[in-house]
C-alpha cells in the first residue's frame, strides 16, 4: 500500500472517529449511572437532522453544532421520563427511542435533501500541517478531532476525581443503597442522561456537519449500537475508548480507501468489515468483567439481578 493510500487512510480514520467516539462517550456516563440506552442511534439521528437543519438555516455550522447536542438532550430526557421516573425496561425504552428518533429524523430531514453545508472547518497542527499533500491532510482537522483526547480524560477526571462522579458512579453500582446514603439518584440519573443525550446528539451533528455535508436518512448506519460494544470492551473508561473507536473508524477508512482504488473486492463486502470486525473483538475480548462492570448494569448484560 502506497504512502498516499495510508496518508488517506488515516485522515479518514481521524475524520469519521469523533461521531463513534462523542457517542461512546454519553453512552459511559449513561451507563455509569446504571442506565443502558439502546436507543443511542436514535438520538444520534435527532441530533444529525436538527443540527444540519440549524446549519442550514443560520449558515452557520458551529451553531448547528450546538443545536445538535441540544436536540439531543431534550430527546434523550424521553428515555429519563420513561425509565426513571417511570421505571419502564430499560432495552424496551431504548428500542422506542431508536424506532421514534428515526422516524422523527426523516420528518425533519425530508426538507434539507439536497441542501449543504460548508462544515466546520479545518484546523492546521502547527508545521505539521505545512507537509506535502497528502500528509498535510492527516494533520489537518476539524474541532471535534483535536477535542477527543482531551475531553476523554476530562471524563476521566469527572468520573473519578470529582463528587459528581463518585456519586454517578455510586448510583450505577446499587441505587437503593445510594438512595438510603442519601443520594437523589432519580437527580443524578435525570443528569447522566442529559449529559448523555449532549453527546450523542454531538455525535449525530459531527456526522452531517464535518463528514456528509448533507442530509441522507440513516447515516449513522449502526454507529449507536457500535458504541455500546465500544463501552463493554473499554470497560466503561473514557480514555480507552478511544482505542475501541479508532479501531472501528480505520476498518471503515481501510474499506473506503479499497474501493477508491478499485478493489476486485466486492463494495458489499467491504462495507461489511468495521462491522465484522467489531463482533470478531467482542468474541475475542468482550466478555465484561464483574469488578469493572457497573454492578446495576448486571441485570442487562448477563441476565443476573443485584
Not at 442519601?182 to 446528539?201: K, N
Request: charged fraction near 10%; hydrophobic fraction near 55%; include cysteine.
Amino acid at each position: 500500500m502506497s504512502g498516499t493510500a495510508i496518508a488517506s487512510i488515516i485522515a479518514i480514520t481521524l475524520a469519521l472517529t469523533p461521531s463513534i467516539l462523542f457517542a461512546t462517550f454519553g453512552e459511559i456516563i449513561g451507563e455509569r449511572a446504571g442506565i443502558v440506552n439502546l436507543g443511542i442511534e436514535g438520538v444520534m439521528l435527532i441530533g444529525a437532522s436538527c443540527g444540519f437543519a440549524i446549519a442550514v438555516i443560520t449558515g452557520n455550522a458551529y451553531v448547528g453544532l450546538l443545536g445538535g447536542a441540544a436536540a439531543g438532550v431534550v430527546f434523550n430526557m424521553l428515555m429519563a421520563v420513561m425509565v426513571v421516573w417511570q421505571g419502564a425496561n430499560q432495552l424496551a425504552s431504548g428500542f422506542a427511542i431508536f424506532f421514534l428518533g428515526a422516524g422523527i429524523s426523516v420528518l425533519i430531514g425530508a426538507h434539507y435533501i439536497g441542501s449543504n453545508v460548508d462544515g466546520l472547518g479545518q484546523i492546521g497542527f502547527p508545521v505539521l500541517s505545512s507537509l506535502p499533500s497528502p500528509w498535510n491532510q492527516v494533520f489537518s482537522q476539524d474541532i471535534l478531532v483535536w477535542a477527543m483526547v482531551p475531553v476523554a480524560f476530562f471524563l476521566w477526571w469527572l468520573l473519578f476525581r470529582t463528587r459528581w462522579g463518585l456519586k454517578l458512579r455510586a448510583v450505577g453500582e446499587d441505587k437503593n443503597f445510594s438512595y438510603a446514603a442519601g443520594i437523589r439518584t432519580p437527580r443524578i440519573q435525570f443528569q447522566a442522561l442529559a449529559v448523555a443525550g449532549a453527546f450523542y446528539g454531538l455525535a449525530g451533528a459531527d456526522l452531517t456537519l464535518s463528514y456528509t455535508k448533507t442530509w441522507q436518512n440513516s447515516l449513522t448506519a449502526g454507529r449507536g449500537f457500535i458504541a455500546i460494544a465500544i463501552v463493554i470492551l473499554a470497560l466503561w473508561n473514557p480514555v480507552r475508548a478511544i482505542y475501541g473507536a479508532l479501531l472501528f473508524s480505520v476498518a471503515v477508512a481501510i474499506g473506503l480507501e479499497l474501493q477508491a482504488q478499485g478493489s476486485p473486492v466486492s463494495p458489499f463486502l467491504l462495507d461489511m468489515l468495521p462491522y465484522l470486525l467489531t463482533i470478531a473483538v467482542v468474541l475475542v475480548w468482550g466478555r465484561p468483567k464483574a469488578y469493572t462492570m457497573p454492578a446495576g448494569l448486571n441485570e442487562a448484560f448477563t441476565g443476573t439481578s443485584t
